[in-house]
């Protein structure tokens, strides 16, 4: 079990996965929590967990608000948030394919440690794109070479 403060909640868009043979599309989110433990550079280990984007008192997200914060969350709840709450997490290791993956197991209620977001994090939608999609983008966006990125 790990000490671990929510640092971001990114909204991941429609993500096509397949799951036992069933390919369906799902509007998913990614939250991002940074443990306690430091890597060698001094910056913390962070992990995240993808979720439907559903508060449904069955789908994963409900079930681990609910253990997270002791009640089910209300159906208009801001996952925005989270950020900077505490928390507890259990990591599992998993491996395929020869790699070893790390995986939040669960989300528990915070432990003593109160951690606080690395000053130096910066969130998935504050972050520059990469340049092969900037360049994608660009291409994109000027279609007409009129300056107008409305490509109809």
Sequence with gaps: MHDAVCCDVADLGIVETTWQGETKSQHKVRLVWQLGTKMEDGRPYSIGRRYGLTLHEKSSLAKDL??????????????????????????????????TYANVQSVLKPGKTKLKVDPDFVRFKDREPKPAVAVAATRVGDQHGDGNNVPF
Excluded: A, Y
Excluded at 79 to 98: A, F, P, S, Y
């Design 66 to 99: 609910k253990s997270w914060f002791g009640k089910p969350p209300p159906d208009n709840f801001d996952l925005e948030k989270l950020i900077g709450q505490n928390c507890q997490i259990v990591v599992t290791h998993n491996e395929r394919d020869g790699t």
